[in-house]
């Protein structure tokens, strides 16, 4: 297992704190579109997911694996965001999906305002599809965009 050495475990923590940073990038700007601009959430959480790529990137390169420095930084960049690219393709259909199933949930179930619970789904499904995508953006980065540290 990858995580079994304490280098790639540190990495690993790294990693997530950089994606927790991504997280927060992506769940402001994605509630201030949606709030402000009255983005659809897909919409919203595009642009989002953007803006948290290019962070990533930077704190990736330079901090989780400053020791990657093989390839050029374009071509690097070009790896990683193809990577979340994929990801991107994950995380779409999971805000389109999953949102409406969680409204009706807190709505129905919770028995809560319908502004409440559209909060509560748009964020809940973007807390989702940030997890589900981070795991895949760890391993995929790991094994391929950064293949080139021990």
Known sequence: MILTAEKERVRF????????IGSVI??????????????PLVFAGSISFICAVFSNFIFNRYWVYPDSRSRL???QLGMFFLVNSIGIAIRIP???FVEPILFKM????????SATSEFLARNGTL???????????????RYWT???VD
């Open 13 to 20: 923590l790294k990693f997530v704190a950089v994606g927790a």
């Open 94 to 96: 999971t805000l389109h």
């Open 26 to 39: 992506d769940l402001g700007i994605a509630n201030l579109l949606t709030h402000l601009l009255d983005m």
């Open 73 to 75: 930084l374009m071509h």
């Open 127 to 141: 807390v989702l599809a940030i997890g589900i995508v981070m795991i895949w953006n760890f391993f995929v980065n």
């Open 146 to 148: 950064y293949n080139d």
């Open 106 to 113: 807190f709505e129905n179930i919770g028995h809560l305002a």
